[in-house]
């Protein structure tokens, strides 16, 4: 049998995340998204996420306070950062930050619980990461703003230097709760995939950012924030797309492997988001951008089942946000590490090493020629 693009193959039993595509509904380990979304933060979702319930108050507080002592990460760390050049791309470096925080550590344990300690470190070192890497090559000094009530908070405040409002705040957990997770999606599955040789958990992140950066993957939340900018106007809409569909082009932000007959069933959350934002600037530009944008698109390629996914409107909620537009990428990584170490930690329950098959069409039995005696 051949699946093309693993396309439909199962690769583990999940109790994680389940995408009810007949009544467009996602669950976190039983948990709607939407109220998850609506009620609770980033911290407290990664803790569902990684240990199958919700957390006490305490037990919220204790895994907080065990984030926010390892935010700064080891020096090392701090100085491949500040060595990258500014030109660098954002993920790259995060992806980097990500493999030197292995560097120095014991890794001679690989059980759950040694896996789960490295998780929240890698979770809790990333904005930093990303912020420092963001301030240093504008000019400015990285801040670890250690009274950051949130990691939401911490991440705004460590990129924009200073304290981002409640609604800000707000906003951000709201996107970090929402790009959680998202099932065996490409990073995920390359997580598991290296996790399943017994590599530490470092490995197993840092494959799964590189296998985001993608613009087939996560690379779509940038690719869609310079969409939003070459458009530039409502009236523009129907040209830019036409022009790119003649093209041959893929218009980012559309389309996604599972959601065919519909749109994703984050977007209710992410447009009501947008939208609050647009209204609380007093700038409707983006969303309006973004909403024709929809309209537009899904006229002409509904019917091959092309609908907006999450990166449209996460462009627009991180333009209202202040992130520069490469930093959308890195920011989707800082949330969907909870979803990656969840699926790592759940695979080595039970692991098995991934190793697929292909089928070979090349030639057999060449006679090999002596270099010389080639033409
Ligand atoms: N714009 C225009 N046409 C598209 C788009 C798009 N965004 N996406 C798919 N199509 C077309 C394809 O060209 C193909 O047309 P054809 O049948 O005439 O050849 C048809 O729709 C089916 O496309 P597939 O490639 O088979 O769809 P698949 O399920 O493999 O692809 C994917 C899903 C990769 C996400 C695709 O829709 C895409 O490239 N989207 C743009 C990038 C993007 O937004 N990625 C983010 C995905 S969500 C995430 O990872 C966070």
């Not at 957390?55 to 002592?69: A, G, M, T, V």
């Not at 990303?130 to 908070?153: I, N, Y």
Request: proline share 6%; charged share 25%; aromatic share 8%.
């Amino acid at each position: 049998m051949y699946f093309p693009g693993l396309e439909g193959v199962v690769i583990k039993e999940t109790k994680i995340c389940h995408i009810d595509l007949e009544n467009s509904k996602i669950y976190y380990r039983g948990y709607d998204l939407e109220e998850l979304a609506l009620n609770s933060s980033f911290e407290e979702v990664a803790y569902l996420l990684w240990f199958g319930r919700l957390p006490s108050s305490r037990e919220l507080e204790e895994f907080k306070n065990r984030l926010r002592s390892v935010r700064k990460p080891p020096r090392h760390v701090e100085e491949i950062v500040a060595s990258a050049p500014p030109s660098a791309e954002p993920i790259d470096v995060l992806r980097t930050g990500v493999s030197a925080l292995a560097l120095g550590e014991d890794l001679s344990a690989r059980d759950i619980e040694a896996e789960l300690r490295r998780g929240e470190r890698i979770t809790a070192a990333m904005p930093y990461i990303v912020a420092a890497f963001h301030r240093l090559r504008t000019g400015q000094r990285p801040v670890d703003p250690a009274e950051a009530a949130s990691h939401a908070e911490y991440y705004l405040w460590a990129v924009r230097g200073e304290r981002p409002t409640p609604r800000e705040v707000r906003a951000l957990d709201v996107m970090l709760v929402i790009y959680a997770e998202h099932s065996m999606n490409n990073s995920a599955f390359t997580a598991v995939s290296v996790a399943s040789t017994l590599a530490d958990m470092y490995a197993a992140v840092t494959a799964a950012i590189a296998s985001l950066k993608g613009p087939l993957h996560g690379g779509a939340n940038v690719d869609a924030a310079k969409m939003l900018e070459e458009v530039g106007s409502v009236q523009r809409v129907q040209s830019w797309v036409d022009e790119q569909l003649a093209k041959g082009r893929r218009i980012p932000g559309f389309g996604h492997r599972l959601y065919k007959k519909g749109p994703d069933p984050r977007l209710r959350v992410l447009r009501l988001l947008a939208r609050d934002l647009a209204a609380e600037r007093g700038d409707f530009r983006w969303v309006e951008l973004a909403e024709k944008l929809e309209e537009y698109v899904t006229s002409k390629l509904s019917q091959k089942g092309i609908y907006p996914n999450t990166d449209l409107y996460a462009a627009v909620i991180f333009r209202y946000l202040g992130l520069p537009v490469d930093l959308n990428l890195p920011t989707f990584a800082v949330s969907r590490v909870a979803g990656w170490v969840a699926h790592v930690v759940e695979y080595r329950q039970s692991n098995r090493l991934i190793r697929p098959t292909e089928r070979y069409t090349g030639p057999l039995g060449l006679r090999y020629v002596p270099i010389d005696q080639r033409g």
